[in-house]
């Protein structure tokens, strides 16, 4: 549900910056996509991260946020070399996605190291900075 939010706010937000232009309009769309395109990644990754971890197989859960972190900046990196079109407000738009992605990327570069703890004292202050950065997250 909160995705959905997200998607939406970002979307709107991507119209109302970049004005009435067309080419504005297709850049947040094509923005969009790629933050969609992630959707099956995080839910299957959300999924096995939780089995892993009621498991105790924390090695499996550093190679599942390994992973999703390296997809992220793939898409990261693709946002990044896409030319702004010339429209008003395209680069805070811009700046708003990145911190988005920023923040998806941010969550699994937690649950690395929180599968990467060698102890339950490291793995609960892991835990504690995770839960900072959901609460921080309005900030993006």
Do not use: H
Not at 48 to 71: C, Q
Not at 77 to 93: C, M, S, T
Not at 110 to 136: F, H, I, N, P, S
């Amino acid at each position: 549900m909160l995705r959905k939010v997200i998607i939406a706010a970002i979307l709107f937000t991507g119209i109302l910056s970049c004005g009435k232009s067309k080419s504005g309009f297709k850049y947040s769309e094509e923005l969009v996509a790629i933050e969609k395109s992630l959707a099956p990644d995080i839910e299957a990754t959300e999924t096995k991260v939780e089995r892993f971890a009621t498991n105790g197989e924390y090695d499996s859960v550093v190679a599942a946020a390994t992973r999703m972190e390296s997809l992220v900046q793939k898409k990261i990196d693709e946002i990044d070399k896409k030319p702004l079109p010339k429209a008003k407000g395209v680069e805070d738009f811009k700046a708003a996605v990145m911190r988005y992605f920023g923040y998806i990327k941010s969550m699994y570069t937690a649950y690395k190291k929180w599968g990467a703890a060698a102890t339950e004292e490291e793995r609960q202050a892991e835990l504690d900075a995770m839960q900072k950065l959901v609460e921080e997250k309005t900030t993006l």
